[in-house]
T-cell receptor
């Protein structure tokens, strides 16, 4: 149980284009999902908290108009990187709160999406 | 500002060695401390600690929290090459969203 998937796993795009990344909880419902980015040899940095049916909460320094988050259902959240630039190249990871599924009440992470902007 | 600091940042050992990874934190409204192992992709959950002084153990891995010292350690005994990974410490801040603050991670390399 507690499986989180992400799609695509890897994407290469041209500068100026937009890229959408999907995060799905496969066997549980997640009212809250989290989006992180990770640069090489660095830790995970929380970008935003995605709440089903409401606006996402962004961390300080994260541009909400550039990183659009939509949490349309209890099993799906999407992150759209708009007008991507090379500095947006990174590893994007989502997580979902396992909630009542397990006793550990922890977040379960998706496999991540490697974004490369040329 | 909430922060989590891990040490060392990197470590190279040989198979069979025992390692101790450190995590210290300064956060408001501490809820729990979590350890994750990250290999090539996403982190996988190891332990969640909420109470001071109670050791959690899973095979060769164990971890303990010291709320007085605001720190935790992760021990790995009889290391194997498969233990090579980045070990991440995260602190959950008490809120209605379960926000995690991650440390920089410790990169462990176990040589044969």
């Amino acid at each position: 149980g507690a499986v989180v998937s992400q799609h695509p796993s890897r994407v290469i795009c041209k500068s100026g284009t937009s890229v959408k990344i999907e995060c799905r909880s496969l066997d549980f419902q997640a009212t809250t999902m989290f989006w992180y980015r990770q640069f090489p040899k660095q830790s995970l940095m929380l970008m935003a908290t995605s709440n089903e049916g409401s606006k996402a909460t962004y961390e300080q320094g994260v541009e909400k108009d550039k990183f659009l988050i939509n949490h349309a259902s209890l099993t799906l959240s999407t992150l759209t990187v708009t007008s991507a630039h090379p500095e947006d190249s990174s590893f994007y990871i989502c997580s979902a709160d396992g909630g009542a599924l397990t006793s550990t009440d922890t977040q379960y992470f998706g496999p991540g999406t490697r974004l490369t902007v040329l | 500002e909430d922060k989590v600091v891990q040490s060392p940042l990197s470590l190279v050992v040989h198979e069979g060695d025992t390692v101790t990874l450190n995590c210290s934190y300064e956060v408001t409204n501490f809820r729990s401390l979590l350890w994750y192992k990250q290999e090539k992709k996403a982190p996988t959950f190891l332990f969640m600690l909420t109470s001071s002084g109670i050791e959690k153990k899973s095979g060769r891995l164990s971890s303990i929290l010291d709320k007085k010292e605001l720190s935790s350690i992760l021990n790995i005994t009889a290391t194997q090459t498969g233990d090579s990974a980045i070990y991440l410490c995260a602190v959950e801040v008490a809120s209605n969203t379960g926000k995690l603050i991650f440390g920089q991670g410790t990169t462990l390399q176990v040589k044969p």
